[in-house]
């Protein structure tokens, strides 16, 4: 399964941890779906399918 980052306006597919680190990961972004992302964005960890379910319920208002 893909891993998601999301941010306002805008979602990347991650790749595999790269490395580990008290508490932290670091992951390549494999692919900016949608948005631009920028250095110092705030993002969070997206589960796929809770974000697809999100999205489809957003697009059909």
């Known amino acids: 399964m893909c891993k998601r980052l999301a941010w ?3 979602n990347a ?3 595999p ?3 580990k680190a008290a508490g932290t990961v670091t992951r ?3 692919k900016v779906r949608l ?3 920028k250095p110092g ?3 969070y960890n997206a589960d796929p399918a ?3 379910a999100a999205l489809r319920a957003f697009v059909t208002r």
Request: proline share 0%; no cysteine.
């Open 28 to 30: 390549k972004v494999e």
């Open 8 to 10: 306002e306006g805008g």
């Open 41 to 43: 964005v705030r993002a």
């Open 13 to 15: 597919a991650l790749g």
């Open 17 to 19: 941890v790269l490395a």
């Open 50 to 52: 809770r974000y697809e």
């Open 35 to 37: 948005g631009e992302l």
